[in-house]
């Protein structure tokens, strides 16, 4: 699977944003989704995931209640819906695949190119 992430722009405090992540492949379906996220001068880190079977989904305390993470199989995409957005979460967005259900990001087998957030206070 290959993926395509977008969606990403500049927003004001308080403000909303949806990132889309685009699959290639027709096994996208069979892949756990997780988006990560890494800001200038941090290492890489977890925001959200959802399973392939059931559609669990699993979030980081830094964005629950904010963020909701979704998924189309038929449309072979998934969505990140940020919502009360801060300067906290301005970073590089990234979307990846697992065949395992997992907040690890060494885990995830395929990555999306990232897409920029730039919340401004």
């Known amino acids: 699977v290959q993926l395509q992430a977008s969606g990403g722009g500049l927003v004001q405090a308080g403000g909303s944003l949806r990132l889309s992540c685009a699959a290639s492949?027709?096994?996208?379906?069979?892949?756990?989704m997780g988006w990560f996220r890494q800001a200038p001068g941090k290492e890489r880190e977890f925001v959200t995931a959802?399973?392939?079977?059931?559609?669990?989904?699993y979030y980081a305390d830094s964005v629950k209640g904010r963020f909701t993470i979704s998924r189309d199989n038929a449309k072979n995409t998934v969505y990140l819906q940020m919502n009360a957005l801060n300067p906290e979460d301005t970073a590089v967005y990234y979307c990846a695949a697992t065949k395992r259900y997992t907040v690890a990001a060494p885990e995830y087998e395929t990555w999306g190119q990232g897409t920029l957030v730039t919340v401004s206070s």
């Open positions: 959802i399973s392939w079977s059931d559609g669990s989904t």
């Open positions: 492949g027709r096994t996208f379906s069979s892949y756990a």
